[in-house]
């Protein structure tokens, strides 16, 4: 597609649920990155995807947190047995491969954990 | 290792003056650079970068960045604010030697009428 694309765009779930958050990264785009946003904070980096690499898992706050790429386009963030600081919007980004390339990011899911 | 730092959190301008919004870092090798905007219940978007070459970058929305080896700093400017520039603005590098970028926490610009 022409831009990242992010969904669901809003999610609102209740504690202790599981939650999907889908992104469908630049066609082309090697790289897929996940971020999050807190109100009012900075983004906080939770996972890189790069190609058929083993992806960095190095930013996931928790083991409730997990993330997988298909076929090297689609990525899926999971996040089970939701708590309320898991509130947050979560960010999607892409790009080619070479850190001096822009990364290109998606409108966000905003995920509200009641 | 690289990283940016904003150091202030927000920024307040009247409409027609110029602004600066303050980004430094600090690198191991030669730096690349980033600016975002994100406008109110929006993603991220893309300003502008220095890899290479000349110290000004030109980008989106008439903002262009000041590129200072000598002060490790790649401040944002535009020289006549608009209202509609009010948005969280964030400086990005990679981080070390790997493809992520790590993002500053970000200035909040106003401009006032």
């Given amino acids: 597609g022409a831009g990242v694309s992010q969904s669901p765009s809003n999610k609102v779930t209740e504690k202790g649920k599981d939650v999907e958050l889908r992104c469908d ?12 946003q807190s ?19 190095s930013g996931l706050p928790s083991d409730r ?29 892409s790009s080619p491969i070479f850190s001096g390339n822009t990364i290109y990011f998606g409108e966000g899911s905003w995920l509200t954990v009641v | 290792a690289q990283s940016v730092a904003q150091p202030e959190d927000q920024v307040n301008v009247a409409e027609g003056n110029p602004l600066t919004v303050k980004c430094t870092y600090s690198v191991s090798g030669n730096p690349y650079l980033f600016w975002y905007v994100q406008y109110p219940n929006r ?4 300003l502008l970068k220095y890899i290479t070459g000349d110290n000004l970058v030109k980008g989106s929305y008439g903002f262009e960045a000041e590129f200072n080896k000598s002060q490790t700093s790649f401040h944002l400017k535009k020289p006549s604010a608009l209202v509609s520039d009010s948005a969280l603005y964030f400086c990005a590098a990679p981080s070390g030697g790997s ?15």
């Fill in chain 1, 25 to 36: 990264p630049i066609s082309g785009h090697t790289a897929l990155y996940w971020y999050r």
């Fill in chain 1, 65 to 93: 947190f997990s993330a997988e790429r298909t076929g090297g386009s689609v990525s899926t963030l999971t996040i089970q047995r939701t708590q309320q600081e898991d509130s947050a919007v979560y960010l999607c980004a």
């Fill in chain 2, 99 to 113: 493809y992520i970028p790590t993002f500053g926490r970000g200035t909040s610009l106003i401009v006032h009428p």
């Fill in chain 1, 39 to 57: 109100l009012g904070q900075g983004l906080e980096f939770l996972i890189y995807f790069q190609g058929n690499s083993a992806p960095d898992k």
């Fill in chain 2, 43 to 46: 993603g991220l978007q893309f």
